[in-house]
């Protein structure tokens, strides 16, 4: 079993910057791959990030271009999202979420978060 809390979001304007935290409780954290997805209203969750249990790898969605950074650091249990330059269409509900492939759809994840919320201004 793993808990996860997010962290980090908030109100930003168009160009800013935020970092994302997701903090994993138990000692299994490392044997887990760590995806970030975001989810706004009316739309699907989607695919923002995921990272490998070592950090090593890293793929990210298309709509990234470069502007987030995904990382983790096992000895405290977490994994961060970077967001730079974001964008109105940014704004979503973002989760972090641990499962047991490197994989970019949800339903391949086991656990959640509940969510911390991003919204950028025009």
């Known amino acids: 079993q793993v808990q996860l809390v997010e962290s980090g979001g908030g109100l930003v304007q168009a160009g800013g910057s935020l970092r994302l935290s997701c903090a994993a409780s138990?000692?299994?954290?490392?044997?887990?791959?760590m995806g970030w997805f975001r989810q706004a209203p009316g739309q699907e969750r989607e695919f923002v990030a995921v990272?490998?249990?070592?950090?090593?790898?890293?793929n990210y969605g298309d709509f990234v271009e470069g502007r987030f950074t995904i990382s983790r650091d096992n000895a405290k249990n977490t994994v961060y999202l970077q967001m730079n330059g974001l964008k109105p269409e940014d704004t979503a509900l973002y989760y972090c979420?641990?499962?047991?492939?490197?994989?970019?759809?949800?339903?391949?994840?086991?656990?959640w978060g509940q969510g911390t919320q991003v919204t950028v201004s025009s």
């Open positions: 990272i490998s249990r070592s950090g090593i790898y890293s």
């Open positions: 138990g000692r299994t954290f490392s044997s887990y791959f």
């Open positions: 979420a641990a499962g047991v492939e490197f994989h970019t759809s949800p339903q391949k994840y086991d656990y």
